[in-house]
């Protein structure tokens, strides 16, 4: 990949690393009281550098088109029309609209981050109103804790007997398949 394809950029690793901070755990409110603004503010702060990397993008395309247009001009070619379809052609044209292209794709990453954080920040306000209203307490959340680890755990032990059920097969089975 190069410095030019999503994926390398400083900007999308952030964003990726503050992903991690999305989703609601009813134990943990205490934490994400204290860190959801910190981090709503940096991802605001991502999309706000995105959309400046966009800008300079657009303004460097501006450019590239200009002197392409300029180099079409001196070199003989005097038909507006057929500079004008020359433009795009142009190898730095091409490589400042991909650049164009991938700083939209991360601003648009840093938007939708910034967003599911946005309500994410209002669904914890929310769950504080239900605790302080009562309809939610944290002998609730504990249940909660103790069935998904109940649940999990038997998964985990149906997955294994199954395993072993279809893993070993019997003396007839084995039987069955030799003839």
């Known amino acids: 990949m190069s410095e030019d394809e999503p994926g390398d950029s400083h900007l999308l690793e952030r964003c990726y690393n503050l992903r991690n901070h999305l989703g609601l755990d009813l134990a943990e ?3 994400a009281f204290m860190a959801t603004p910190g981090i709503l503010q940096q991802a605001g702060e991502l999309v706000a550098e995105a959309d400046e990397v966009v800008n300079t993008c657009r303004h460097e ?3 590239a088109k200009a002197e392409a247009a ?3 001009r001196d070199s003989g070619v005097t038909v507006e029309a057929r500079i004008s379809s020359m433009i795009p052609l142009d190898s730095t044209v091409r490589l400042c609209n991909r650049r164009l292209i991938n700083a939209r794709f991360e601003m648009e990453v840093c938007d939708s981050l910034y967003k599911a954080l946005e309500v994410q920040s209002r669904l914890l306000s ?3 109103d239900m605790i302080v ?3 939610i307490s944290p002998t609730v959340i504990n249940e909660r804790r103790r ?3 109940r649940r999990a755990r038997e998964e985990e032990k149906s997955d294994s007997v199954y395993r072993n059920r279809v893993g070993r097969p019997t003396a007839r089975r084995q039987q069955q398949s030799e003839e």
Request: glycine share 6%.
């Open 133 to 135: 209203s009562g309809y």
């Open 126 to 128: 929310r769950a504080a």
């Open 70 to 72: 300029e180099r079409y």
């Open 29 to 31: 409110l205490e934490n």
């Open 61 to 63: 395309l501006d450019i």
């Open 147 to 149: 069935a998904e680890i």
